[in-house]
């Protein structure tokens, strides 16, 4: 296997640990994958939640399946997922391993008829981001980050060597979320770059793994909508943080900047904090 160049981060463990878990990664892709394969072509009617995001009855199945699959294997470790919040590890045990689970990451794309959803799997070591991956069932597509190195399936991926703003592009889901501050933010760095699309949840942030846009930008998410990705981006040879260059961690804001190089995320940072200055 070809290695990327990525950094390594993140927690050090034990080999045979880390291979342990892997694996299990890897399993519950495929577990996701073969859910939503049972139910292709199927429509799904959809409820809003409190916070008026939709669910389906897909998000609730995956959800329950990774859960079982986790806890059969990592007994000790908790799980935190977007519909069905924190299980805690076994009782009287502990693990510095936390599971966080979107089931399915862009549901109002899948409600619609886009294939650009997936479902996101990470692991937190010490509440640092430590493994991750984008399963994306309808493009048949997906990302891993392992130990030091970031794959699609079974090849090794890239970001961009972008570090020019006024080249780069730009990609976020809505501006819906945006508050007025951030939205004058989000405007002044979408006129400095060379392109910049809406739409895309998890996909854009496996487009700028692997080299095919430059910048990803979003606000309001969850600690599930971003931290299964971290590692897969660093990996890769990009910066993720938030929108003051802080580490992303379960407490972070929900606004979220990635970047292929270390040099085009501090642009997009200081453009971004030109908004929060004036």
């Not at 130990?147 to 819906?176: G, K, M, Y």
């Not at 929108?243 to 200081?270: R, Y």
């Amino acid at each position: 296997m070809r290695r990327s160049h990525g950094r390594a981060r993140g927690v050090k463990f034990e080999r045979r640990d880390g291979q342990y878990y892997e694996q299990t990664v890897r399993q519950l892709c495929e577990l996701a994958r073969s859910i939503c394969s049972s139910h292709a072509g199927q429509s799904f009617q959809f409820v809003r939640k409190e916070d008026r995001s939709p669910v389906t009855e897909l998000d609730r199945e995956i959800e329950l399946a990774l859960r079982a699959c986790i806890n059969s294997r990592h007994p000790d470790d908790s799980i935190i997922g977007e519909e069905f919040g924190l299980l805690e590890g076994a009782q009287g045990r502990s693990s510095a391993r936390r599971w966080v689970i979107d089931p399915l990451d862009g549901t109002k794309a899948f409600v619609t008829g886009s294939p650009l959803w997936g479902t996101l799997i990470g692991v937190l070591n010490d509440g640092k981001p430590w493994l991750g991956a984008i399963e994306m069932p309808a493009l048949h597509r997906r990302l891993f980050s392992f130990d030091i190195e970031a794959v699609r399936e079974d090849d090794s991926i890239r970001t961009s060597p972008c570090s020019d703003l006024t080249a780069a592009r730009l990609c976020t889901t809505t501006p819906d979320k945006f508050t007025s501050v951030e939205q004058s933010g989000f405007d002044r760095l979408s006129k400095s770059v060379a392109v910049h699309r809406y739409g895309g949840d998890c996909f854009n942030y496996a487009a700028l793994a692997t080299g095919q846009c430059d910048l990803v930008v979003e606000a309001g998410l969850a600690p599930h909508d971003f931290l299964p990705i971290v590692p897969i981006v660093q990996q890769a040879g990009g910066e993720m943080t938030d929108w003051q260059g802080q580490v992303l961690t379960e407490n972070s804001a929900g606004k979220v900047l990635a970047a292929s190089t270390p040099a085009l995320h501090f642009q997009a940072l200081q453009t971004l904090a030109v908004a929060y200055d004036g």
